[in-house]
Structures are given as structure tokens and as C-alpha cells.
């Protein structure tokens, strides 16, 4: 159990870094860093960072044909993937 509970306090905490140099704008640099040290768990940020934007993206979507507010969205794209 210890274990487990350490690997997810190491896993959010390698998200926590992610996010904070998204905010940044330094995604790449991160990714990059983690792709010297361990390659697959560098491409598994990279699949991560694509599947964010296309959840927000698809969200937006149904938001908008629905009617509804897309501004949450909208900051959240503008903010971490400068989209719109």
C-alpha cells in the first residue's frame, strides 16, 4: 500500500512540475528533460498534453452547439495552449 501511495505522491508531483511549466510556456523543455532521463514516460506527457486539448476542444464543441458558456474554456486554451 505504501508503495502505491508513493508512486502516486511521485506521479502527481511529476504532474504538478508539468503544469507549472505549462503555465510557463516551457512544456517542451520539461518534456524534454524527461525524455533524457526516461523516454516513455516522456512520451506519455507529450500523448497527455495532446489528449488536454483535444477533451477542451471537443468540450468547447458541444458547449457551443448547445448554447452554452465556452469562456472557462476558452481562458483554459487561451492560457496554457494559446488556441482560439
Do not use: W
Not at 505522491?9 to 528533460?33: H, M, P
Not at 498534453?49 to 477533451?55: E, I, R
Amino acid at each position: 500500500m505504501s508503495k502505491l501511495l508513493f508512486e502516486r505522491n511521485v506521479f502527481q508531483k511529476l504532474l504538478d512540475l508539468f503544469f507549472k511549466a505549462k503555465s510557463n510556456g516551457n512544456e517542451d523543455q520539461y518534456i524534454s528533460k524527461i525524455k533524457h532521463e526516461n523516454p516513455e514516460v516522456a512520451d506519455a506527457f507529450a500523448e497527455l498534453d495532446k489528449q488536454f486539448v483535444k477533451d477542451a476542444m471537443l468540450t468547447k464543441n458541444i458547449l457551443s452547439r448547445r448554447g452554452l458558456d465556452t469562456s472557462k474554456i476558452d481562458d483554459f486554451l487561451k492560457k496554457y495552449y494559446n488556441k482560439l
